[in-house]
Nanobody, 125 residues
């Protein structure tokens, strides 16, 4: 099993920045795909950024050029740098992980990810 704990959310003004962190523990060596999702009130959960074990990344069009996903393999921590934030970025942000074949990592269907954190709120005004 893998445990994920997010942190770093908060309230910022439009144009501001935040850095989210996701600390992973447990059998992390089995994980090939990690991702950040978000869910705004009344909307479906959306895949924002995905990173593979080899460092390959994929982003939703809505965040390309503004968000950056990265990971520290030594610390078993996933990061999401959020820049030039907009009010429409307001949502609960979730960290997710899955052991599936790395070639299939870029599937943004939430059902494709086995492990989830509890979420951290980002509010942009």
């Amino acid at each position: 099993h893998v445990q994920l704990v997010e942190s770093g959310g908060g309230s910022v003004q439009a144009g501001g920045s935040l850095r989210l962190s996701c600390a992973a523990s447990g059998i992390t060596y089995t994980i090939n795909c990690m991702a950040w999702f978000r869910q705004a009130a009344g909307k479906e959960r959306e895949g924002v950024a995905i990173i593979r074990r080899d460092g390959g990344t994929s982003y939703a069009d809505s965040v390309k050029g503004r968000f950056t996903v990265s990971k520290d393999n030594v610390k078993n921590t996933l990061y999401l740098e959020l820049n030039n934030l907009k009010p429409e970025d307001t949502a609960m942000y979730y960290c997710a992980a899955d052991p599936r074949y790395a070639g299939a990592c870029y599937n943004r269907d939430p059902a494709a990810f086995r492990y989830w954190g509890q979420g951290t709120q980002v509010t942009v005004s």
